[in-house]
């Protein structure tokens, strides 16, 4: 078993290091700190071999309560471990490019930042935005309608440049 970060590439090359020497293996990746390891907030991705994973699958879940097996491609485990930080980071970028947006203007940060609040709580009846968001744009994403969220970005790049507004892209 491997529990470090690498790329999918890398993955399945030591994979089939593994299965030219004769052995189960099974690719993994702790997506969180850590403190919250082992803990049941702790979530693992799991690849690979499926009598790996069921042989150990008690110790897996003591290290994280979410430890799913996605799969017998050992590269999904290091797929999930650049796709999640990946939005995290894109996620914490977005307020950073706001308040540069708002500072540009003379907006405090501090005087923005209220506002912000209401685009991850969504409204009073659902408290959510942000993670529906998501569900419906990896749908589209999955459906092939990925092109309207690109045309949305075009537009948004359009308006910025003609506007002067710095942007961090």
Same mark, same amino acid.
């Given at each position: +078993?491997?529990l470090t970060? $690498?790329?999918?590439? =890398?993955?399945?090359t @030591?994979a089939?290091?593994?299965?030219?020497h004769?052995?189960?293996? !099974?690719?993994?990746a702790?997506? #969180?700190?850590?403190? &919250?390891?082992?803990?049941?907030?702790?979530?693992?991705?799991?690849?690979?071999?499926?009598?790996?994973?069921? =042989?150990?699958?008690?110790v897996?879940?003591?290290?994280?309560?979410?430890a799913?097996?996605h799969? %017998?491609d050992?590269?999904?485990?290091?797929a999930?471990? +650049?796709? +999640? %930080? $990946?939005?995290?980071?894109?996620?914490?970028?977005? %307020? #950073?490019?706001a308040?540069?947006?708002?500072?540009?203007?003379?907006?405090?940060?501090?005087?923005?930042?209220?506002? !912000?609040? *209401?685009i &991850?709580?969504?409204?009073?009846?659902?408290? =959510?935005i942000?993670?529906?968001? @998501?569900?419906?744009?990896a749908?589209? #994403?999955?459906?092939?309608?990925?092109g309207?969220?690109?045309?949305?970005?075009? =537009? !948004?790049?359009a &308006?910025?440049?003609? *506007?002067?507004?710095p *942007?961090l892209?």
């Open positions: +078993m491997d970060s $690498d790329t999918p590439d =890398r993955a399945r @030591s089939a290091w593994a299965d030219a004769a052995l189960d293996y !099974l690719a993994g702790i997506m #969180v700190p850590v403190e &919250v390891t082992g803990g049941p907030q702790a979530l693992i991705f799991y690849a690979g071999s499926r009598t790996a994973y069921d =042989r150990y699958e008690a897996l879940k003591a290290l994280g309560a979410g799913p097996l799969g %017998p050992h590269a999904l485990a290091a999930y471990d +650049m796709a +999640m %930080p $990946d939005f995290f980071h894109g996620s914490m970028a977005g %307020p #950073v490019h308040f540069a947006l708002a500072r540009a203007e003379n907006i405090p940060a501090a005087a923005i930042a209220p506002y !912000l609040r *209401t &991850v709580a969504g409204t009073a009846a659902d408290n =959510r942000l993670v529906p968001d @998501s569900e419906l744009a749908l589209r #994403v999955d459906s092939g309608g990925a309207e969220w690109r045309g949305i970005l075009v =537009r !948004l790049r &308006v910025l440049d003609a *506007t002067g507004a *942007t892209c």
